[in-house]
């Protein structure tokens, strides 16, 4: 239950949500403002629910929208235009920014930039400027109008140069910009600027140091706080009315290594209200209590105003990684929706909270537990909060069913529309946590998507569409209007238009555009709305183009570009080798705090593709301590049990792609290709 500032002396490590100060009451007719005739937010508006008001494109005549222009991109584009007096302003991925006429496409001036931002997630806007946060901490403003460089906000030695890849929020002349590589060991913070003039105001660090409200959810006999994480990957959400921005934090650091971080690790994973003027914390609620699983709180929150059980409530809707719903006060930060704290599997070494927060009744966006039928023979399919221990070196766990992917919602149905990731992960640690391991997705994996609309006043799911292509982090999400539909981008480059309240596909375009899901790196490339000359338009800025739509357009379809798999395939570098190590060392350097480590994968093939002449002899040397014997899948070859420190050769006389792995440790895979003479 929350507590209010007088009664909180210390966060308790249980502590679930927190009040720091007496809420402010809004006053009446401040509710939420969606998206119009501009879209002037990165979620069309600053409460995020990328929605648009208008509603002349419609179920009924949404079968005659057509292409009205289609314009090339310099590079890719791969976040939502926005659209602000007569401008529509697209960003690139390495951070250029192109001012178009709404109308037609045309250029009206470029802008690029000295040092790089991250432009996948866009730019934020507000007083007649255009945010940009950079790779080096620093934050951007240029006008509008002009494309010129209004200032330039450069930190001090007390921030960190550690990079900035989201938009700015805006709200009350103040610009929030947020820091993302915490994952670097360093820790995620938020920056409060004036927006006129680039003046510091305030920064907050997710960790809380010495002295500070949360730090005693940290070890107190090390300094492990210093590296904690807590990236703040997407951008802010606000409420101007009550003058609050909130944050979404990222997972603790290191990401799997709980045995050297006792405590639930506040303030990662968890939804943050701070006063836009001072940055003063005004509640937070934590969603996963000591991660040890990389799980990003990292979907935009959705702010919005609805009747729960008779009452009308100011609401902020957190998705958490594992697709399950909470549906939070925005004002208190205390649960609308009522929470219960379950039990889950434990782990001392892992020092694993007994339980985790779960809304009662709402349905979960995806699958809890792993199908084994959709990863490769020889590994344990697990679940969601399943500890990561060595002694499991095969666990398979279901990962990002909800992350960084925007959802939407519809004041008219009073649903959310979340786009889902089905794409389980090989999750692996080695013997210290210190090191930062990449959940793995293997060849032969199977992978697919979900399209589902939820009841924002239950979180019950409504409807749900299983789509053929994953979409993990690189998908913009969804656009709803008021016209019923939503819009939303396939990886095959197809746009789509659903009826909002049944799910029914109603229309379908192919833009030659694929998206840029499945490992290419979070995207807000959605679907848009905005009014030009009287017209609705829909606009996409996707991979090298933007186009725009209208009803009557005749720009025609683009040819289909090659689908994406929905199986995964081998992917990286074949070398040209006639020797293999059973067993890698890869080194991990962090230099935030200082150390170099080796790790010895014993279960790891180096190189793991090697292409090799028919008849030549391919020599297998184990380095690891425990005895290996590697055969080809189709029973072809094989060599003989290899054991500690001796070499094994085999001579292939057939040409092809051999899939091979180890029979004592099937989770050792490789690939081998044999050419002719």
Request: proline share 8%; hydrophobic share 40%.
């Given at each position: 239950?929350?507590?209010?500032?007088?009664?909180?002396?210390?966060?308790?490590?249980?502590?679930?949500?927190?009040?720091?100060?007496?809420?402010?009451?809004?006053?009446?007719?401040?509710?939420?403002?969606?998206?119009?005739?501009?879209?002037?937010?990165?979620?069309?508006?600053?409460?995020?629910?990328?929605?648009?008001?208008?509603?002349?494109?419609?179920?009924?005549?949404?079968?005659?929208?057509?292409?009205?222009?289609?314009?090339?991109?310099?590079?890719?584009?791969?976040?939502?235009?926005?659209?602000?007096?007569?401008?529509?302003?697209?960003?690139?991925?390495?951070?250029?920014?192109?001012?178009?006429?709404?109308?037609?496409?045309?250029?009206?001036?470029?802008?690029?930039?000295?040092?790089?931002?991250?432009?996948?997630?866009?730019?934020?806007?507000?007083?007649?400027?255009?945010?940009?946060?950079?790779?080096?901490?620093?934050?951007?403003?240029?006008?509008?109008?002009?494309?010129?460089?209004?200032?330039?906000?450069?930190?001090?030695?007390?921030?960190?140069?550690?990079?900035?890849?989201?938009?700015?929020?805006?709200?009350?002349?103040?610009?929030?910009?947020?820091?993302?590589?915490?994952?670097?060991?360093?820790?995620?913070?938020?920056?409060?600027?004036?927006?006129?003039?680039?003046?510091?105001?305030?920064?907050?660090?997710?960790?809380?140091?010495?002295?500070?409200?949360?730090?005693?959810?940290?070890?107190?006999?090390?300094?492990?706080?210093?590296?904690?994480?807590?990236?703040?990957?997407?951008?802010?959400?606000?409420?101007?009315?009550?003058?609050?921005?909130?944050?979404?934090?990222?997972?603790?650091?290191?990401?799997?290594?709980?045995?050297?971080?006792?405590?639930?690790?506040?303030?990662?994973?968890?939804?943050?209200?701070?006063?836009?003027?001072?940055?003063?914390?005004?509640?937070?609620?934590?969603?996963?209590?000591?991660?040890?699983?990389?799980?990003?709180?990292?979907?935009?929150?959705?702010?919005?105003?609805?009747?729960?059980?008779?009452?009308?409530?100011?609401?902020?809707?957190?998705?958490?990684?594992?697709?399950?719903?909470?549906?939070?006060?925005?004002?208190?930060?205390?649960?609308?929706?009522?929470?219960?704290?379950?039990?889950?599997?434990?782990?001392?070494?892992?020092?694993?909270?007994?339980?985790?927060?779960?809304?009662?009744?709402?349905?979960?966006?995806?699958?809890?537990?792993?199908?084994?039928?959709?990863?490769?023979?020889?590994?344990?399919?697990?679940?969601?909060?399943?500890?990561?221990?060595?002694?499991?070196?095969?666990?398979?766990?279901?990962?990002?069913?909800?992350?960084?992917?925007?959802?939407?919602?519809?004041?008219?149905?009073?649903?959310?529309?979340?786009?889902?990731?089905?794409?389980?992960?090989?999750?692996?640690?080695?013997?210290?946590?210190?090191?930062?391991?990449?959940?793995?997705?293997?060849?032969?994996?199977?992978?697919?998507?979900?399209?589902?609309?939820?009841d924002a006043r239950t979180a019950k799911i409504v409807w749900q569409k299983r789509l053929p292509y994953s979409e993990c982090e690189g998908s913009g999400g969804a656009l709803a209007t008021a016209g019923g539909l939503l819009f939303h981008q396939?990886?095959?480059?197809?746009?789509?238009?659903?009826?909002?309240?049944?799910?029914?596909?109603?229309?379908?375009?192919?833009?030659?555009?694929?998206?840029?899901?499945?490992?290419?790196?979070?995207?807000?490339?959605?679907?848009?709305?905005?009014?030009?000359?009287?017209?609705?338009?829909?606009?996409?800025?996707?991979?090298?183009?933007?186009?725009?739509?209208?009803?009557?357009?005749?720009?025609?379809?683009?040819?289909?570009?090659?689908?994406?798999?929905?199986?995964?395939?081998?992917?990286?570098?074949?070398?040209?080798?006639?020797?293999?190590?059973?067993?890698?060392?890869?080194?991990?350097?962090?230099?935030?705090?200082?150390?170099?480590?080796?790790?010895?994968?014993?279960?790891?093939?180096?190189?793991?593709?090697?292409?090799?002449?028919?008849?030549?002899?391919?020599?297998?040397?184990?380095?690891?301590?425990?005895?290996?014997?590697?055969?080809?899948?189709?029973?072809?070859?094989?060599t003989m049990t290899i054991q500690a420190g001796a070499t094994g050769t085999v001579i292939i006389q057939k040409p092809g792609t051999y899939e091979y792995i180890c029979r004592e440790h099937p989770w050792t895979i490789g690939q081998l290709v044999v050419t002719g003479p």
């Open positions: 239950m929350p507590r209010t500032l007088a009664l909180l002396t210390t966060l308790t490590a249980t502590a679930g949500v927190a009040v720091f100060a007496v809420p402010v009451r809004s006053a009446p007719g401040t509710e939420t403002r969606y998206a119009a005739a501009e879209w002037s937010a990165p979620g069309g508006d600053w409460a995020a629910t990328r929605y648009s008001t208008l509603d002349r494109i419609s179920t009924k005549n949404v079968g005659q929208l057509g292409g009205t222009w289609v314009v090339d991109l310099p590079e890719r584009g791969e976040a939502s235009p926005l659209v602000k007096d007569g401008r529509m302003f697209v960003v690139t991925a390495n951070g250029q920014i192109l001012a178009l006429a709404p109308a037609t496409g045309s250029t009206l001036w470029t802008f690029k930039p000295d040092v790089p931002f991250g432009g996948k997630r866009g730019i934020g806007i507000g007083a007649g400027l255009l945010f940009a946060g950079l790779r080096d901490s620093n934050v951007v403003a240029i006008s509008q109008e002009t494309g010129k460089v209004a200032w330039t906000y450069q930190h001090g030695p007390e921030i960190p140069s550690q990079g900035m890849s989201s938009a700015p929020a805006y709200g009350n002349g103040v610009v929030v910009a947020v820091v993302s590589l915490g994952d670097n060991f360093l820790r995620g913070r938020a920056i409060g600027l004036e927006a006129a003039t680039g003046k510091f105001l305030w920064s907050w660090d997710v960790v809380p140091g010495p002295g500070q409200p949360g730090h005693e959810t940290w070890p107190q006999d090390s300094d492990i706080w210093k590296y904690g994480g807590g990236a703040l990957w997407t951008t802010p959400s606000v409420d101007a009315e009550l003058g609050l921005v909130y944050l979404e934090t990222g997972n603790a650091v290191p990401q799997f290594g709980g045995e050297l971080r006792r405590g639930n690790n506040l303030f990662d994973n968890s939804v943050v209200a701070l006063e836009l003027k001072t940055g003063k914390m005004r509640w937070y609620y934590q969603l996963v209590h000591h991660d040890i699983w990389e799980h990003d709180v990292s979907t935009p929150l959705v702010l919005y105003d609805t009747a729960i059980r008779g009452r009308m409530h100011k609401a902020v809707a957190a998705m958490r990684t594992d697709g399950e719903l909470f549906i939070l006060d925005r004002e208190t930060g205390k649960p609308i929706l009522p929470v219960e704290e379950r039990p889950v599997k434990q782990n001392a070494f892992l020092n694993t909270s007994p339980t985790q927060p779960f809304t009662i009744g709402a349905e979960r966006i995806g699958p809890e537990c792993v199908d084994k039928a959709m990863i490769p023979p020889g590994f344990v399919a697990g679940c969601y909060f399943d500890p990561i221990t060595i002694e499991t070196p095969n666990l398979y766990l279901p990962h990002m069913n909800m992350r960084q992917t925007p959802m939407a919602y519809s004041p008219q149905t009073q649903f959310l529309y979340a786009t889902s990731c089905v794409n389980p992960a090989w999750m692996k640690r080695a013997l210290t946590g210190w090191e930062f391991i990449q959940p793995t997705r293997l060849p032969g994996q199977k992978q697919y998507g979900l399209l589902a609309a939820i396939e990886p095959d480059g197809v746009l789509q238009a659903y009826d909002a309240r049944t799910g029914d596909l109603l229309w379908q375009f192919q833009t030659g555009q694929p998206g840029l899901g499945g490992g290419a790196g979070p995207s807000g490339a959605a679907a848009i709305s905005y009014q030009s000359a009287g017209d609705q338009m829909i606009a996409l800025a996707n991979n090298r183009a933007v186009w725009a739509f209208k009803i009557g357009g005749a720009v025609p379809q683009a040819p289909a570009p090659p689908p994406p798999p929905i199986v995964r395939e081998w992917a990286g570098r074949i070398e040209d080798a006639t020797t293999i190590q059973v067993g890698a060392v890869r080194t991990f350097t962090i230099a935030a705090a200082n150390k170099k480590i080796d790790w010895l994968n014993e279960y790891e093939l180096a190189p793991a593709r090697v292409r090799a002449k028919v008849g030549a002899p391919v020599t297998f040397s184990n380095t690891t301590k425990t005895a290996h014997t590697l055969a080809a899948r189709d029973g072809s070859w094989s």
